[in-house]
């Protein structure tokens, strides 16, 4: 019973894979990008725990859960129920707060009714969710939002011709007909024209019922002024259409800062209640930074009892790195990493034990100054009696294995097997290329571009940035480096956001469903498409799995979903096309032996030879082996991509352009990489350097440091402790500036060479 056994695992890549993990231990998976590490730990360990788990509870409450497929292992015995901490973001709107997901908000309410004056009231009117609480105005939001009439109507056209310029208002639409048929407007005139009480019916009519509506009115219906429905299907709430429609509801309405509580989402009345002078908004607009010594400064004995773990709450926070960040921090606007490192404090205080923690790559988006810390965080789930397992590329996390299990050897099809499995001193000595990119001895290039221009950055003031200059040498690559909210993004999305030459390549998903695939991204479908009718003789529309080619059974999903009434929604893989998304007749038609599904099922290396004959889909599939991503199936769906292959994705799109003179931006573009990964990385910078561009990268890796031509380095903290510009120059200086931290880890990270 100390191990958990795994016997046969083939899911995804793996190639029936047995391996015991050690109990109580921490356990780190490593292998090159693409390997099978995720494969072997989430899709197979977290998938069997957690599937299993909801199979104890009633079919009501499995209805409520994420539905797992058994994955396809023989065996897995002595397993825990898994805890899985991920990079998804956080999420939410704008009601939720790093001070609500945490739960520190709760306590933060409580101390404010307890010790606040003059009292006005228990804990739950401190809630900018409550509407005792909330400010009426912006109903607790703390920005109001505003209709540009100009954007949502056309004055020219009448209700017949489309006046109203929103999709679910168009006159054939349902809402669209609320006007056409109230029979109040002549549906011909144009709006321009309206008499100023028909506008005013029009636009501000509240909720009531027509005298004498027409026939074809809906009987049970209501009138609705079209400000006051478009307020309350698309600003009060942030619904599903409200997302649905979100580029045109950004097009039609203007936000500001609400004028009545000036962004501080509460009454009044709630307002007035301070401790030392502060409201609880003053309170939570404070860097977890400020706010520790505001609350040690209080005395007071009733208190106490609230604040003592209130402080433990915010100091873990600091101590992972996210001192910088305020209480009243929306939660979308977090990164992946550090929704990643608010969900570990969560479980740190947890009294369960003997779970099994599975954590995805915990070093991403932290400074190596941060690493340790989350380490201190790590090894504390596991001293209180829990398994964990981290899959991890970072030296400096693999170092405190317990017991380490490499897979590999390479990625894809070429991956799939554990190449080792023993301590971190063993995997010094090991042939794997884990073990060859831990021993490597780093140096700083010796190669000195010369200098012919600098991109100027003047006067930047933004977040904490404060009247910041700096100059950036134009052709070469720049290095932003910086702890964690020290301001580098800031840095150069503020400096560059008004200049047309600027590409940003970042790590957001493509707006695309799992009906894009890696060939649609890179616009080369329609030519395969195109190649197999002229071959087949069948037409080209049959060689989509949107279009006519899809599988009648699955309308080309390659799933069938069965929505049950009392039971779980069941998925299970289309019986006849067999998850291919395609019909029989076109699964028939093969061309040297392949089918368009067997393409699909290809991967980029693979496919890169048998199109030997078509340049243009063989450079495309060809840039996108430089990135990397040489293990992913054409196939593949974008919503499957992590953050980094999205971002690497993109730069794979750039690499047959031939311009010159642009200025690409990358943030953290070694998220997710193998070290042994990251020279195929910097092969694409050079190319687009020789191509006469500047390259600009905000990066924590030690690795991409010492190769960069040019270091700016932003601190020396986060959030008020940092914004200042450090060192910007050639990467050797840096090592002499002793107030960097940064300076401290590439020291012990390069050796002279001499």
Excluded at 194 to 213: A, C, I, Q, S
Aim: aromatic share 8%; glycine share 8%; net charge negative.
């Amino acid at each position: 019973m100390d191990h958990i056994h795994i016997k046969g695992a083939n899911q995804n890549n793996l190639k029936n894979i047995s391996v015991d993990i050690p109990k109580h231990k921490l356990t780190v998976f490593t292998g090159r990008s693409g390997s099978g590490k995720s494969s072997l730990v989430f899709n197979t360990v977290a998938a069997e725990s957690e599937r299993l788990l909801n199979e104890t509870y009633s079919t009501y409450v499995q209805n409520q859960l994420t539905q797992y497929e058994k994955p396809e292992v023989d065996q897995i015995l002595n397993l825990p129920v898994a805890m899985v901490i991920n990079q998804k973001r956080l999420g939410g709107n704008s009601r939720s707060t790093v001070g609500t997901i945490s739960d520190i908000y709760a306590s933060v309410r409580l101390l404010w009714s307890r010790i606040g004056e003059p009292f006005v009231g228990y804990s739950p009117v401190f809630s900018f969710n409550n509407p005792a609480g909330m400010c009426e105005r912006c109903q607790g939001l703390g920005y109001v939002e505003d209709i540009d009439l100009d954007e949502l109507l056309d004055f020219d056209r009448s209700l017949n011709e489309d006046a109203i310029k929103f999709p679910s208002f168009r006159p054939d639409s349902w809402r669209g007909k609320r006007y056409l048929y109230s029979g109040l407007f002549d549906n011909d005139k144009k709006l321009k024209d309206y008499t100023e009480e028909e506008m005013d019916t029009f636009l501000y009519t509240k909720p009531r019922r027509l005298k004498n509506p027409p026939e074809n009115w809906p009987r049970t219906a209501k009138f609705e002024g079209l400000i006051h429905r478009f307020r309350r299907s698309f600003l009060l709430n942030d619904n599903f259409e409200k997302k649905r429609f979100f580029s045109d509801v950004e097009r039609v309405v203007t936000s500001r800062k609400c004028p009545v509580c000036d962004g501080q989402r509460l009454n009044e009345k709630v307002l007035s209640c301070r401790i030392d002078g502060f409201n609880i908004a003053d309170f939570t607009s404070l860097t977890i930074e400020d706010a520790i010594p505001f609350l040690e400064s209080l005395e007071d004995e009733k208190a106490k009892y609230i604040i003592e773990p209130l402080l433990k709450q915010l100091k873990a926070l600091k101590h992972v790195g996210l001192n910088y960040l305020t209480l009243n921090r929306e939660t979308p606007t977090l990164s992946g990493g550090e929704s990643q490192r608010i969900k570990l404090i969560r479980h740190l205080n947890s009294p369960l034990t003997d779970l099994v923690y599975i954590i995805d790559e915990p070093s991403i988006g932290l400074h190596p100054e941060d690493i340790d810390k989350i380490n201190d965080i790590i090894t504390s789930i596991r001293d209180k009696g829990n398994t964990v397992l981290v899959v991890e590329h970072d030296p400096d996390v693999i170092k405190i294995a317990d017991h380490v299990i490499d897979i590999g050897p390479g990625a894809g099809k070429a991956g799939g097997e554990i190449t080792f499995t023993g301590t971190y001193e063993a995997l010094l000595d090991s042939a794997t290329p884990t073990g060859e990119a831990m021993r490597t001895v780093h140096t700083l290039d010796k190669k000195e571009r010369e200098i012919n221009d600098f991109i100027h950055l003047k006067n930047i003031t933004r977040n904490n940035l404060e009247n910041v200059s700096v100059d950036i040498p134009a052709g070469m690559m720049t290095v932003v480096t910086g702890v964690a909210g020290s301001g580098k993004s800031t840095l150069l999305k503020e400096g560059l956001k008004s200049r047309e030459e600027v590409i940003f390549i970042d790590q957001k998903s493509i707006q695309a469903s799992n009906r894009s695939n890696l060939l649609t991204y890179m616009d080369v479908f329609d030519d395969i498409r195109t190649f197999f009718s002229r071959k087949t003789g069948l037409k080209k529309s049959m060689f989509s799995y949107n279009s006519e080619g899809a599988c009648p059974e699955c309308s080309g999903k390659g799933i069938i979903k069965t929505e049950l009434a009392f039971m779980a929604d069941m998925s299970q893989v289309c019986e006849v096309c067999g998850g291919s998304r395609y019909r029989p007749e076109v699964l028939e038609a093969k061309v040297e032996g392949y089918s368009i599904a067997d393409i699909l099922a290809l991967t980029v290396e693979e496919a890169i030879s048998l199109f030997k004959e078509n340049q243009t889909v063989r450079e495309r599939l060809l840039h996108l082996e430089q990135t990397g991503l040489q293990y992913m199936t054409l196939g593949q769906s974008l919503d499957t991509l992590s953050g980094g292959e999205m971002q690497r994705l993109k730069l794979s799109s750039h690499l047959d352009s031939e311009a010159s003179g642009m200025i690409y931006v990358f943030d953290e573009p070694t998220t997710g990489l193998h070290e042994r990964d990251i020279p195929t990385l910097l092969n694409c910078f050079e190319k687009l350097i020789e191509a006469g561009n500047t390259v600009l990268i905000v990066e924590h890796n030690l690795t991409m440091m010492t190769h960069a031509d040019w270091l700016i380095d932003i601190g020396p903290g986060a959030g008020k402790a940092g914004g200042r510009v450090l060192y910007t120059g050639r990467p050797k200086g840096l090592l002499e500036v002793e107030e960097s931290v940064t300076a401290k880890h590439l020291r012990r990270y390069v050796s002279d060479g001499e």
